[in-house]
């Protein structure tokens, strides 16, 4: 698979990662951890360098299962992790808050470099900038994870332009994690040109819509308990309806260009930016192989302007989060 450079960090991974946040949360019980080690194994093997993961998923056991699968790969791969939210220690998955003060992340380190077995994390997330912690401590205390060769790389996820830039100047930022998609246009507004401008590479997470882009979803689609999608405004009823119309044209122009509505989702990022590497998740071998046939996927000028044209003309219905997911979110 192509690699991409993440900015000017100098960070090189496959042009598609794996997010495996699914094979343990969010969206149903955890999956077979035999099955998702031979998952991770079959990435590596298909060209896969970059995999995506954090203590609250599970929590906790999400990077034990990334550690175990990976294990074998020591060196060939890049492994991020996140910090900043107060769990239980007992594995409770309720979240207590956020919590990115300097001794908390210096905590997780320590915890996350034990479960995924490394002597150091590749790139080190903030998971939800905390309004309690100036981000200048934060990236600070991260800058001192790297000078003690504990980590690699900082990064920051669903921060603003102006907080990026606050941590940028203390430690550099190497990546911006933040949802965005054909469905989630967002990062368009200011986090683009402020990436762009600073150096920051960007990871989108959620690049299929959270499964709508797979043109999988319709009316009769239900998702079973502990599938975060229940709770989301863009999945209700009217919203799908609407949505629906969306995905049926996009499906119409991957019939064409003889793809999958998946990966014409996934080439249609890759063709934003050269710095944007996607990282949809999966537990299933047969849409890994799928999604990263998108990397192959070649869109023309033609073909960008025809997608515009129908994300212009048939804008998403739904938030896409919830109320007290929005408030997690960095303004």
């Known amino acids: 698979m192509e690699k991409r450079t993440l900015g000017r960090s100098g960070l090189e991974v496959s042009a598609l990662g794996l997010g495996c946040m699914g ?17 991770i194994g079959a990435a590596v093997e298909r060209g896969v360098t970059f995999f995506d993961t954090a203590e609250v998923y599970g929590p906790f056991t ?12 020591k060196g060939e791969v890049v492994i991020a ?12 998955p309720d979240y207590l808050g956020l919590d990115s003060r300097p ?21 080190f997330y903030q998971h939800r900038v905390d309004p309690k912690v100036p981000i200048e401590d934060v990236a600070g205390a991260v800058k001192e994870l790297i000078q003690a060769g504990k980590v690699r790389h900082f990064g920051m996820s669903e921060a603003s332009a102006t907080t990026i830039r606050r941590a940028h100047a203390v430690q550099p930022v190497a990546a911006l994690q933040s949802e965005y998609s ?12 402020t990436l762009e401008e600073l150096g920051i590479g960007f990871v989108p997470f959620s690049p299929l819509g959270r499964g709508w882009l797979t043109g999988k979803i319709d009316d009769s689609t239900t998702f079973g308990s502990g599938d975060i999608r229940n ?16 995905v049926s044209l996009l499906g119409e122009i991957a019939a064409r260009k003889q793809a999958t509505p998946a990966q014409i989702a996934l080439a249609w990022l890759l063709a934003r930016k050269p710095w944007i590497v996607p990282i949809p998740g999966t537990t299933k071998r047969h849409r890994l192989e799928e999604n990263i046939g998108g990397a192959a996927v070649q869109l023309t000028g033609d073909d960008l302007r025809e997608i515009a044209d129908v994300l212009a003309r048939l804008p998403v219905q739904g938030a896409r989060y919830n109320e007290p997911m929005q408030k997690l979110v960095d303004r």
């Open 23 to 39: 094979m343990s949360s969010g969206y149903g019980p955890p999956a077979d951890e035999q099955e998702m080690i031979s998952l």
């Open 62 to 73: 999400n990077e034990v299962l990334v550690g175990k699968g990976l294990a074998p790969f």
């Open 81 to 92: 992790t996140k910090f900043g939210f107060e769990l239980h220690a007992d594995g409770n």
């Open 103 to 123: 001794e908390r992340i210096k905590a997780v380190a320590e915890a996350s470099l034990g479960r995924l077995q490394l002597d150091v994390i590749d790139l």
């Open 182 to 193: 054909m469905f989630t246009r967002e990062p368009e507004i200011e986090i683009l040109s």
């Open 231 to 246: 709770n989301l405004p863009r999945f209700t009823d009217e919203a799908r309806k609407a949505n629906l119309k969306l």
